[in-house]
């Protein structure tokens, strides 16, 4: 064979390699990656169904949080407006029992026997001890005729030491009371203060 005709280069003797295994793998591979891209679809979806879940369970705690702090607060300004109100009823109190204490009912039963008058006496006498300054008073009067009702207001509302005198009831012979003639007044009483008491 001659040297030309042995570089001329022979197409048909060339080696063909066998490619089945690498399309087998690259299908396999295929085959693999869908698996894997399924699962990670399926993880993904399942992260954010569970992440959904869980933020919402956390705004719930957030708000159930918020709704306690709120109702901490309601409490603690229940429980301060509660010990304020008591503590007011309690010095209140005190100072009724205070002004109890100081007031003179020798002063006061001489100052009302002194006003009323002659034909009228006193079966019931209650008073409250509000404000130390004005001794409210429910009085309980017997009088003759019902006259003695007028001139018991009168004589009342002419001494500066009774104020706002009102006529509750009244109730006559009429309705079985055999003692007189009988009325029930409110009246406000004004103590003098005691000498010495004012500021020096």
């Known amino acids: 064979m001659s040297a030309a005709h042995r570089d001329r280069l022979d197409f048909a003797r060339r080696p063909f390699l066998d490619e089945r295994p690498v ?78 204490r100081r007031f003179s009912w ?28 004005e001794i409210g008073l429910e009085i309980g009067l017997v009088g003759r005729s019902p006259e003695s009702v007028v001139r018991t207001i009168a004589a009342l509302s002419s001494d500066p030491a009774f104020r706002g005198v009102e006529l509750r009831t009244e109730a006559g012979p009429e309705h079985g009371l055999p003692e007189g003639y009988s009325f029930e007044l409110s009246v406000r009483y004004i103590p003098k203060e005691p000498k010495g008491s004012g500021s020096r």
């Open 23 to 100: 399309w087998a793998s690259v299908a396999l591979a295929l085959i693999a990656g869908s698996g894997l891209l399924a699962s990670n679809l399926r993880m993904v979806s399942t992260f954010r169904r569970d992440g959904a879940q869980v933020r919402a369970q956390i705004e719930d705690l957030r708000e159930r949080s918020r709704k306690a702090v709120r109702d901490t607060g309601d409490a603690r300004a229940a429980l301060q407006s509660y010990k304020l109100s008591t503590l007011a009823v309690e010095s209140q109190g005190l100072l009724n029992l205070v002004a109890e």
């Open 106 to 133: 020798t002063g006061f039963l001489a100052r009302l026997e002194k006003t009323l008058p002659a034909d009228v006496r006193l079966t019931r006498l209650m008073p409250r001890f509000n404000d130390p300054a």
